[in-house]
């Protein structure tokens, strides 16, 4: 049975080294081929909009979009229900690939068997 990974980002640009941690540890993930999902809450919701993980710079970090598309080549991306209702993003605004899914969803995928639960 393959092990999952998720990951839940609540910080953004308020805690940059927290999230870009959460970002990185996503990618390195994939690229090992962990079945990564990657959910974005809080000040990480921004980027699920086109253009604003370019915005994000950490001396020493991998860009930031470099890392968003590592984990959309083969993981899932999903950005909260509540959380993008809360900043008014809706389906329509979000970079291709990523979902809105609310805690019904999160909670399925950390109760499955073989799953590891990680929040930034």
Known sequence: MSKKLVIKVTAGADAPERC???????????????DVSLWL????AWFALPGRAAEFE???AAPLPDLI???LATGH???CTQC???RDIAEKDVIEGV????AQVFVQEVMAEGTQALVY
């Open 20 to 34: 870009s941690q959460a970002f990185t540890v996503a990618a390195v993930a994939v690229a090992s081929g962990v």
């Open 41 to 44: 809450t809080g000040e990480s």
């Open 58 to 60: 950490l001396p020493h």
């Open 69 to 71: 598309d590592s984990v």
């Open 77 to 79: 991306v999903t950005l």
């Open 84 to 86: 993008a209702a809360r």
């Open 99 to 102: 979902r809105i899914a609310g």
